[in-house]
């Protein structure tokens, strides 16, 4: 030990933090001198004495002066520390208001979410999560943009979403992820459609070269099915929604390629056919998307720990 510090004497300069006591030193000398009792404010703040005894000379000898002289009759503060009682006074108001402002912003973000997500989750997946979060969190407002993986990465980085889901191969650029589910695309027909009857397989080759209904460039089942023919996928018509795609299918209009998530009712009514395919890899992930190093918090992230239940 140095012989300042012997003396009592502080050394200048250093990190505030290291020069400062904590609120909960300042807070507990507060009570001392408002209850005339280091016992009656440990109660108060709900430690023990020894606890306050010690907290009370770590204070005296960071500051280097005595602050609450002790005797049988009580705890009384020194002259020095009815002086830093007052300077406490006012740095524990200033935390209090500082901590009613942090509230405030906690309150103004958990009072909306903004989703952003591609279309099959908007459709298939999201009602049912948004219906789980409201029950946690009668009192946010929620909002939905649906659209393609490419406009939900768009959303995210122009901060006009909170949390993103897309359904893509790759993440986009400058967002993080985390995959909450499994997808597999199908092909479908109507079933008056000659491939509904047939009992071999198709194979990549004859699926690439037969136009079909296909979803938009920019699209996470449009990214999946052109990689796995390898850019060959041929468009009989270009539609921007998962149900405006199964609706031309059932229509008779061509075969299509959806999710597994978006046809189950249909193929269960007989009004889309399965078409068996072999050869084309057509499996993908489901992520949770949001921009890189801003991990969702509030009702974002309890939306994203209902996708993950």
Sequence with gaps: MSRSEEQGEV?????????VPDLGGLELLLAVARLGSLGGAARELGITQP???????????????ALVDRSPRGSRLTDAGALVTDWAR????????????AQALRDRRDSRLRVAASMTIAEYLLPGWLLALRAQRPDTAVSLHAGNSTVVAERLLSDEADVGFVEGLTVPTG??????????LIVVTAPGHPWARRRRSLAA????????ILRE???GTRQVLDAALGGLARPLIELSSTTAVKAAAVSGAGPAVLSELAV??????RRLVRVPVQGVALARDLRA?????????????????LTRG
């Design 90 to 101: 006012r740095i524990v108001e200033a935390a209090e208001a500082f901590d009613v402002g």
């Design 217 to 219: 460039k920019g699209s």
């Design 289 to 305: 998307v949001w921009p890189t190093g801003h991990r969702p918090t509030g009702p974002a992230r309890d939306l994203l720990s």
């Design 51 to 65: 606890a306050a005894s010690s907290r009370i000379r770590s204070m005296e000898r960071q500051l280097g002066v």
């Design 264 to 269: 189950g009712e249909e193929l269960a009514m």
């Design 205 to 212: 080759e004859e699926l690439a070269s037969t136009p079909l």
């Design 175 to 184: 967002l993080d992820s985390v995959v909450i589910a499994h997808d597999r």
């Design 11 to 19: 050394p200048a300069g250093g990190s505030l933090a290291h020069r």
